[in-house]
């Protein structure tokens, strides 16, 4: 009875210490997670819909990016990249430049609500400074390194933000539109900026690079500037092809230039926010 008893209980603390160290290593796990919650900020009488990620473990105060949406909209890719920015160790809020979270369903929407913004760089302005507000106002938030990254509309976006001056460490801008509505300024731009751009993207000619490239060397700005060869708009997005596919657009996914212009932008951020 004695040997019988020993080993009831010898098996009962085995099996508390299996079940608490299974217990320990899903909340490690868990840890292991980028935290995410809903944000919401006016601008005048236009209620904004972002979407803020944290680090899964943080120590002190991060760097803060902001992450500026393609021309669809505040949608899960833009919140896929602030998770992404997060696993990296960065507050990212992913912005919402169009208001109330609205998406575009059609390329002419998308068309409609990007000209309404970069249309009138006052609106675009005052909605991508509160963002920015907002970001810097976060305690998890380091206000003295701050960068913004953008996709397609976002990308000019955030290149347009930098030309007026806006205090930036460092802006990456991925397939953008070159074309912007306010050129540099002699020592007005502050960050180091990197544009990644498809090499057979027909939406951003040679004229438009030779051009932009010469602005940015005329205002004196620390700028790199990638081509990456075939690939076409919107190569950083996985669901670009089939977009291109349904609206006959020359939108495709690239993987490799995908990967290698998220190291880029990895290799602007070590240098200019660590």
Same mark, same amino acid.
């Given at each position: 009875?004695?040997?019988?008893?020993?080993?009831?209980?010898?098996?009962?603390?085995?099996?508390?210490?299996?079940?608490h160290?299974?217990?320990?290593?899903?909340?490690?796990?868990?840890l292991?997670?980028?935290?995410?919650?809903?944000?919401?900020?006016?601008?005048?009488?236009?209620?904004?819909?972002?979407?803020?990620?944290?680090?899964?473990?943080?120590?002190?105060?991060?760097p803060?990016?902001?992450?500026?949406?393609?021309?669809?909209?505040?949608?899960?890719?833009?919140?896929?990249? $602030?998770?992404?920015?997060?696993d %990296?160790?960065? =507050? !990212?809020?992913?912005?919402?430049?169009?208001g109330?979270?609205? /998406?575009? *369903?059609?390329?002419?929407?998308?068309?409609?609500?990007?000209?309404?913004?970069?249309?009138?760089?006052?609106?675009?302005?005052a909605?991508?400074?509160?963002?920015?507000?907002t970001?810097?106002?976060?305690?998890?938030?380091?206000?003295?390194?701050?960068?913004?990254?953008?996709?397609?509309?976002?990308?000019?976006?955030?290149?347009?933000? $930098?030309?007026?001056?806006?205090? %930036?460490?460092? =802006? !990456?801008?991925?397939?953008?539109?070159?074309?912007?509505?306010? /050129?540099p *300024?002699?020592?007005?731009?502050?960050?180091?900026?990197?544009?990644?751009?498809?090499g057979?993207?027909?939406?951003?000619?040679?004229?438009?690079i030779?051009?932009?490239?010469?602005?940015?060397?005329?205002?004196?700005?620390?700028?790199?500037f990638?081509?990456?060869?075939?690939?076409?708009?919107?190569?950083?997005?996985?669901?670009?092809t089939?977009?291109?596919?349904?609206?006959?657009?020359?939108? !495709?996914?690239?993987?490799?230039?995908?990967?290698?212009?998220? /190291?880029?932008?990895?290799?602007?951020?070590?240098?200019?926010?660590?």
């Open positions: 009875m004695k040997h019988l008893i020993s080993f009831i209980l010898f098996t009962l603390l085995f099996f508390s210490a299996c079940s160290k299974e217990a320990a290593e899903d909340q490690a796990a868990n292991q997670q980028p935290t995410s919650k809903e944000v919401s900020y006016a601008v005048d009488t236009t209620t904004m819909k972002g979407y803020m990620a944290y680090p899964a473990k943080i120590e002190g105060k991060k803060g990016i902001l992450v500026v949406h393609e021309w669809w909209g505040h949608n899960d890719y833009a919140r896929k990249r $602030a998770d992404m920015l997060a %990296l160790g960065y =507050v !990212a809020l992913a912005v919402d430049m169009y109330d979270g609205r /998406q575009a *369903a059609h390329p002419e929407d998308a068309q409609k609500f990007a000209m309404s913004v970069m249309g009138n760089l006052e609106t675009a302005k909605r991508f400074m509160k963002a920015l507000e970001l810097k106002a976060d305690p998890q938030v380091d206000a003295n390194k701050i960068g913004a990254i953008g996709y397609c509309f976002g990308g000019s976006v955030v290149l347009s933000m $930098a030309n007026t001056g806006v205090d %930036l460490q460092a =802006v !990456a801008a991925f397939h953008a539109g070159l074309q912007l509505p306010i /050129q *300024a002699k020592g007005q731009v502050k960050a180091k900026v990197l544009v990644c751009n498809g057979a993207d027909p939406m951003v000619t040679e004229e438009h030779t051009n932009f490239k010469q602005s940015m060397k005329d205002a004196g700005v620390d700028l790199k990638v081509s990456y060869e075939g690939a076409q708009h919107a190569f950083t997005n996985p669901g670009a089939d977009m291109g596919k349904k609206f006959s657009l020359p939108l !495709a996914y690239d993987e490799t230039a995908d990967q290698e212009s998220w /190291q880029e932008l990895k290799n602007l951020f070590a240098s200019t926010l660590q």
